[in-house]
T-cell receptor
Framework: GENVEQHPSTLSVQEGDSAVIKCTYS??????FPWYKQELGKGPQLIID?????GEKKDQRIAVTLNKTAKHFSLHITETQPEDSAVYFC????????????FGKGTKLSVKP | GAVVSQHPSWVICKSGTSVKIECRSL??????MFWYRQFPKQSLMLMAT?????????EQGVEKDKFLINHASLTLSTLTVTSAHPEDSSFYIC?????????????FGPGTRLTVL
């Protein structure tokens, strides 16, 4: 089945710097890759997603890139702010699923003011 | 984005009792909902897929008789933890699938913190 690896597990940056989180997946037929932000004690919030027919997608300070050949995708956050501090999860939808997601283990991002 | 609610947000119960958690899609209809559990500092683990009007599909290792799922309407799925024990204490999160053409997107509820004493 699908397996999603996420790195790094923790990331600390200074306010204003960029942050990059990387994920790899095993099922070459996976076609949907969302990123979720989870704050302490809350449910995950969808922040951006990308589908297999697109290589890059951007939404203000957030961007996601997808390399299907290498089976990896990355989240890029520019001009980080303290409120970006949270746990970020990548996920992939495996082939033949009903839309369920396989999650990475998460990255705890800390943005220091 | 679509809004998903959960009730209650937290619950404390005694060992051996049953607890029901509700998951509602507030501004859309969801034929498919998912239930996850999350232990502290860990990722989300899919427990089951809930389809309106049919039996839920459980992931390997999840006891269907212990975690009862009912999806009786297009806006409501319930998870009942039966005969709860301390090891069932966890953060339970539901999500609802928004289908649009060939693009499905999953939106999550705020989660329910279950503590079994």
């Amino acid at each position: 089945g699908e397996n999603v690896e996420q790195h790094p597990s923790t990331l600390s940056v200074q306010e204003g710097d960029s942050a990059v989180i990387k994920c790899t997946y095993s099922d070459s037929a996976s076609n949907y890759f969302p990123w979720y932000k989870q704050e302490l004690g809350k449910g995950p919030q969808l922040i951006i997603d990308i589908r297999s027919n697109v290589g890059e997608k951007k939404d203000q300070r957030i961007a996601v890139t997808l390399n299907k050949t290498a089976k990896h995708f990355s989240l890029h956050i520019t001009e980080t702010q303290p409120e970006d501090s949270a746990v970020y999860f990548c996920a992939a939808t495996p082939t033949g699923s009903q839309g369920n997601l396989i999650f990475g283990k998460g990255t705890k991002l800390s943005v220091k003011p | 984005g679509a809004v998903v609610s959960q009730h209650p947000s937290w619950v404390i119960c005694k060992s051996g009792t049953s607890v029901k958690i509700e998951c509602r899609s507030l501004d859309f209809q969801a034929t498919t909902m998912f239930w996850y559990r999350q232990f502290p500092k860990q990722s989300l683990m899919l427990m089951a897929t809930s389809n309106e009007g049919s039996k839920a599909t459980y992931e390997q290792g999840v006891e269907k008789d212990k975690f009862l799922i009912n999806h009786a309407s297009l806006t409501l799925s319930t998870l009942t933890v039966t005969s709860a024990h301390p090891e069932d204490s966890s953060f339970y999160i539901c999500s609802a699938l928004v289908a649009s053409g060939n693009a499905d997107t999953q939106y999550f509820g705020p989660g329910t913190r279950l503590t079994v004493l």
